[in-house]
């Protein structure tokens, strides 16, 4: 009963990843008289070379592999200085409260349900002003504040579940803010930062909008090409290469998942969801 | 030192307040300020560019009276309502049943999660394959022998919605069995033997025991999974680019096309305020419960 | 500032007659379809071969992506060389603030005013006589495609107007073909209808109303009948459960549906499908009831770069996108019309010279781009939506539209 249920489950959640991976091993003049769900009669790779190197954006044939490094370069630093940022505020908020601390936090939280957007305006304006628009400081910083809500929430949480008597001994001890912070607190949150990673990885690789928005083309991510493999609407829509895109694009995270799955839940559980 | 600290309360743990700087600054000056600057450019009649030309309500009163916006509003509402409750009652029920000590824990967990990898521009377009009513499931349906069968849930506007739904569910119900699952590990086993004890039924255990423990698991999940529906947008455009029709618009969509496609700035400013203002009035009563609750205990 | 122009003068001194200075230009616009790139691909060629280089800046999607990212790149003081825009009101604030370059002396150079065929794409580039946009193609969306095979079974001739169409639908549809095809997209509706209003109403009655801007007469008889003929057209396109435009017309490439109202874009896909006009399919501009074709198209627009080099190579561009040459290579791969009429598209085929003809006789009529507002564009797009997808009465709907199109006045 219990594993009929789960299997029953699990095709609802595989069956989407099963109909990309087999349609982008088909060739177009199958996919037109079969099946979706039918494993391909003549397996073919095209549509995966396709999609990595020949699919035109405009006038570059090169695919999705232009944007590959270029979504790392603004992976890499987005990811480690919001967490920085956001582990610094959980930290702050719940050790060090100040206040206004709560003030500040529930805007924070009211942040996060502001649709991206509605803030295009005003973050142009102030990168505009700051001097940085269209460069990869900016979107890093973008990044950063649009991450902020959801991981101070989840940092603060982590932070309030450890043993309180650990902080207030290290201050007997003479021990300041950032020595704490790097002693004490880092090397006791691995799990939550598991976690953060995993969150942010996700977002800033799947994200478009600020991607497009805030950069020039020599430095825009995958998820741009992607969109122009899989949104040109004139001709016949290559089905098969746009699968091949998508799971491309996919890539990053999804190993992350697969790798980290168990990583994953263990650093939720650790604390993250202790209030 | 002390006797510093004593005389100016600013200057306590200035390193602290220091390194708040940053998260300051974020709620001030982008999501407050960022706030207040739509609103008050909701009451100018700006076009491509933001211009302080007040017009008043006028641009309230028009949303009020647009069809289109009335209708993404009673989606919004059937959509957040069905997804909110679905997405962590199924998450929770998932996780309760990962938690009975069964194998393959992992693969099981694997497979409902990774869909959370994939952005919802991906999930849009695998659900428009998959719900396709020629080559989709409901023509394999068919092809099985349930010639009657009927369902379009891509272009019959009285379902569509159910059509997102079946999409979000499957993206965001395995990031929240996750954090369910975590949330029930961290129950003490002594609970579970006081209650075999005193002989309550298993699923009594869980609804009135564990589930009122669990109380800030379902607080930390309702608020992400609550922002994610009110800014829903990605999905629908994929999916259905809010049709067929007007049958699944969404605010959100109705804010980003007023402000970018008929340049109307105003317009949109005016829809998100609506938005914005609506997501106060929920939040507030949780920051009173969260933080008021707090200071007294 | 003086010495910021001062410079700019002696820079473009030294750079005129070096001539060599090759300059990086990004050009930012949404076409990125197989036959759309082809004829970008004509103007990177051309740009690169005078000696500078064109950084292409593609964003799929249609302008709808596309068209939030440029102006944010544009306010947010980050702007690309060149961008397209579809011409009228949509870039009209962006030149008000300042933000565009005027290239009005580039325009006189190359006597722009006498050659741009028809007239009105110019007057939509002028802003308080000065010209800020460089027009590259015409398209029209009042063109009716009919699928020849369907009435060859039926054994039926070949409509050859709107009304004959709708007197022919029965037959289709006895047949268990769809009369009418129509995209689920917002644009599409909007297109349908604005090529029904066209052809039913008339061109003077028309142009009372979009250009005179006379509400007695849109709330009149005249529209009552225009709105009762697109209703008619929503009982035939019932049965049509496609998104894209493209999708709708391989309905009826694939003799599926009888006809599709859509812009002369649609011939691109008849050709990939190898129909031969004429033969497998008809088209028929304005309805087939009145031969008039609005001219709406795209244009270039420049936006100011505090740069004197990349200001000449802006106007080296804005030259290069109207001459005769890159013209010609251009729309033949686009598919849309030249804007002079004294290019020669010997290959046109047969729709392409419809067309032309009608341009030559001046039987056009602006595009909506250029006589209403964005925002009112949109409204009457949201309330053409509701209209085709609903059971809206006809009156109904006039009556918002009269009311949507007096916010605009």
Redesign the interface.
């Given at each position: 009963m219990?594993?009929g249920?789960?299997f029953i489950?699990?095709i609802?959640?595989?069956?989407?990843?099963w109909?990309?991976v087999m349609t982008s091993l088909k060739g177009m003049p199958e996919i037109r008289v079969g099946?979706?769900?039918a494993p391909p009669v003549e397996i073919t790779f095209e549509p995966w070379v396709k999609a990595w190197s020949e699919a035109?954006?405009?006038?570059?044939c090169d695919g999705l592999s232009r944007g590959f490094w270029n979504s790392v370069r603004i992976l890499v630093p987005s990811v480690i200085l919001s967490i920085a940022?956001a582990s610094?505020?959980g930290?702050?908020?719940v050790n060090?409260r100040?206040k206004g601390?709560?003030v500040?936090?529930?805007?924070?939280?009211?942040?996060?349900?502001?649709?991206?957007?509605?803030?295009?305006?005003?973050?142009?304006?102030?990168?505009?002003e700051m001097g940085i628009?269209?460069t990869l400081s900016g979107l890093v910083l973008v990044h950063?504040?649009f991450g902020?809500?959801?991981l101070?929430?989840l940092f603060r949480?982590y932070f309030s579940s450890l043993p309180e008597e650990l902080f207030k001994a290290a201050r007997v001890d003479g021990a300041?803010?950032?020595a704490i912070y790097f002693r004490i607190m880092l090397p006791m949150s691995m799990p939550i930062f598991v976690v953060a990673v995993i969150l942010q990885v996700?977002g800033i690789w799947?994200d478009?909008l600020f991607g497009?928005?805030?950069t020039?083309?020599d430095i825009y991510p995958m998820?741009?090409q992607?969109?122009?493999?899989?949104?040109?609407?004139?001709?016949?829509k290559e089905?098969n290469v746009?699968m091949a895109a998508?799971l491309l694009?996919?890539l990053v995270?999804?190993t992350?998942?697969?790798i980290s799955?168990?990583l994953?839940?263990?650093g939720?559980?650790?604390?993250?969801?202790?209030? | 030192m002390a006797d510093g600290a004593r005389r100016n309360p600013l200057f306590r743990?200035l390193?602290?307040?220091l390194?708040?700087v940053?998260?300051?600054l974020?709620?001030?000056?982008?999501?407050?300020?960022?706030?207040v600057?739509?609103v008050v450019y909701s009451f100018t009649s700006s076009k491509l560019l933001?211009k302080l030309k007040w017009v008043g309500l006028d641009q309230y009163e028009r949303l009020w009276g647009a069809s289109r916006w009335l209708v993404a509003i009673e989606n919004l509402l059937i959509y957040g309502v069905l997804s909110l409750v679905l997405t962590i009652s199924i998450g929770f029920m998932?996780a309760v049943?990962?938690d009975?000590k069964?194998r393959f824990e992992?693969t099981?967990?694997?497979?409902?999660?990774?869909?959370?990898?994939?952005?919802f521009?991906?999930?849009g377009?695998?659900?428009q394959?998959?719900l396709n009513p020629e080559?989709?499931?409901p023509s394999?349906i068919k092809?099985m022998g349930w010639e009657s069968f009927e369902l379009d849930l891509l272009h019959d506007p009285k379902i569509v919605l159910y059509g997102l739904l079946v999409a979000g569910l499957?993206q965001g119900t395995?990031f929240v069995m996750?954090?369910m699952?975590?949330?029930l590990?961290?129950i003490d086993e002594d609970i579970w033997k006081a209650c075999r004890v005193d002989g309550i039924p298993r699923w009594k255990t869980y609804l009135f025991v564990i589930v009122p423990m669990m109380?800030?698991?379902f607080?930390?999940t309702l608020?992400?999974v609550?922002?994610g529906i009110?800014?829903l947008?990605d999905l629908v455009v994929a999916q259905t680019s809010g049709g067929p029709g007007n049958a699944s618009q969404v605010p959100?969509m109705y804010?980003?096309d007023y402000?970018f496609q008929a340049q109307n700035?105003g317009q949109?400013?005016a829809a998100?305020s609506m938005?914005?203002v609506s997501?106060?009035i929920v939040?507030i009563p949780?920051?009173y419960l969260e933080?008021g609750g707090r200071k007294r205990g | 500032m003086k010495t910021k122009t001062l410079a700019a003068l002696l820079c473009s001194a030294v750079a005129v007659p070096l001539a060599a200075n090759a300059v990086d230009l990004?050009v930012?616009?949404w076409?990125?379809?197989?036959?759309?790139?082809a004829a970008?691909?004509e103007l990177?060629k051309a740009f690169d071969a005078s000696g500078d280089h064109?950084?292409?800046?593609?964003?799929?999607?249609?302008g709808g992506?596309a068209r939030?990212?440029m102006i944010?790149?544009i306010?947010?003081?980050?702007p690309m060389g060149a961008t397209q825009f579809n011409h009228g009101q949509q870039a009209m604030e962006l030149v008000e603030a300042g933000l565009m370059l005027d290239i009005t002396d580039v325009a006189e150079a190359n006597n722009w005013k006498s050659i741009v065929n028809p007239p009105s794409l110019l007057d939509a580039c002028t802003i308080d006589g000065k010209i800020y946009c460089a027009p590259v193609n015409i398209h029209s969306p009042e063109w009716l495609w009919i699928s020849n095979k369907v009435y060859e079974d039926l054994g039926i001739p070949v409509p050859q107007n709107w009304n004959e169409f709708v007197a022919s639908a029965p037959q289709v549809e006895a047949a268990g073909k769809i009369p009418l095809a129509l995209g689920g997209q917002p644009w599409q509706s909007n297109l349908a209808f604005g090529a029904i209003s066209v052809a039913v109403a008339g061109l003077d009655v028309w142009k009372k109303v979009n250009v005179d801007k006379d509400m007695d007469v849109a709330a009149g008889p005249e529209y009552a009948a225009v709105f009762k003929a697109a209703a008619d057209a929503r009982k035939l396109a019932a049965k049509s459960n496609v998104q894209?435009?493209?999708q709708a017309t391989n309905l009826v490439i694939t003799d599926q549906a009888a006809a599709q109202i859509m812009g002369d874009?649609a011939q691109?896909?008849f050709a990939?499908a190898g129909e031969v006009a004429g033969k497998d399919y008809t088209c028929l501009p304005g309805l087939g009831l009145n031969a008039y074709l609005s001219t709406g198209g795209d244009a270039f627009y420049f936006p100011k770069l505090d740069d004197p080099e990349k200001e000449a190579a802006q106007k080296r561009l804005a030259a290069l996108l109207v001459a005769p040459e890159t013209q010609v290579a251009f729309n033949l791969k686009k598919g849309s019309l030249p804007i002079r009429g004294d290019v020669d598209l010997a290959t046109a085929n047969d729709c392409m010279k419809k067309g032309l003809e009608i341009l030559a006789s001046g039987n056009i009529v602006p595009s909506g781009d250029m006589v209403w507002s964005a925002d009112v564009q949109k409204q009457i797009e949201d309330l053409m939506v509701e209209f085709w997808s609903s059971d809206m009465p006809a009156e109904d709907a006039q009556a918002k539209w009269v009311e949507i199109l007096k916010s605009g006045l």
């Open positions: 219990l594993y249920t789960l489950v699990c609802y959640y595989i069956l989407p990843l109909v990309m099946n979706i769900f035109c954006t405009g006038l570059n940022v610094v505020n930290y702050a908020l060090w100040f601390a709560d500040f936090f529930t805007i924070l939280i009211f942040g996060s349900f502001i649709p991206y957007q509605v803030m295009l305006y005003p973050i142009v304006i102030l990168l505009r628009y269209g950063t504040i902020m809500p959801i101070t929430l949480n300041g803010f950032w996700t799947n478009f497009v928005v805030f020039k083309p998820t741009v992607l969109n122009n493999i899989v949104n040109s609407v004139q001709g016949v089905y746009n998508t694009t996919g995270p999804l992350i998942y697969f799955g168990k994953f839940v263990r939720i559980a650790a604390g993250a969801v202790k209030g | 743990n390193t602290a307040k390194a708040a940053p998260m300051v974020t709620a001030l000056v982008v999501f407050a300020g960022g706030t600057w739509t933001p998932l049943l990962l009975q069964i992992d099981f967990r694997t497979i409902m999660l990774y869909p959370f990898a994939l952005s521009i991906v999930t377009l695998v659900w394959w998959l080559f989709g499931v394999v092809a499957w395995g996750c954090i699952l975590a949330g590990r961290g109380r800030p698991v607080i930390t608020v992400i609550a922002s009110v800014k947008y959100a804010v980003y402000m700035l949109g400013f998100s938005m914005l997501v106060l939040l949780w920051a933080f | 990004e930012t616009h076409w990125t379809s197989g036959g759309e790139a970008v691909a990177a064109w950084v292409d800046g593609a964003i799929a999607g249609s992506t939030p990212i944010s790149r306010t947010g003081g980050d894209d435009w493209n874009w691109g896909e990939v």
